[in-house]
């Protein structure tokens, strides 16, 4: 009888090493959404100052991932050599927050493993805030970005970095790690 299928899981696979470079608090690293586990998906989350990273695996196929409901505008796309499905939360497409997060599902053989890079609420409200009205509303948002607010606003960017060139650097960084085509 053959050993039963189990799904990759990035919290006993990336090594630590693997993600020095990002503004990442290893010591955060945690199993699940909140430290609760979800039937079917291993789930792993680092948190930052800026972003948290988030692993999710499953055995789940790319098109069974597309009829998910609380997900939308699926794009594939290409991240250094590899194919995968590019997409939204609707919550996150519902208020205009895409470009607060970048979701990343890469097909393997019997799983699928998507790489979430998701800016932390309190930049993503306070970025809608001043892209929206010109004006902070959150003071947490004030503080971390600093003197760099200017700097922002007048570049137009509301975030510190775009979340997809951290996932393309992330995927640089994890992909040896992750299971095999």
Known sequence: MAAPFEVWHACTEVPDE????YPLELSSQSSGIGEIECMGFQICEWQGEWYSLQFMASEHTLDEFRTTTNMTNFEMVTVLGSSGLKYDRTSDARRDRRMFSCLVAFPFERQIVRIGIIANPTIAMGAADLRDTGRFYSYQYEERLGDRIDEF????QWVPEEPCDILERVYANVREYMPQQ
């Open 18 to 21: 693997a993600l020095v470079e």
């Open 153 to 156: 606003q007048a570049a137009g």
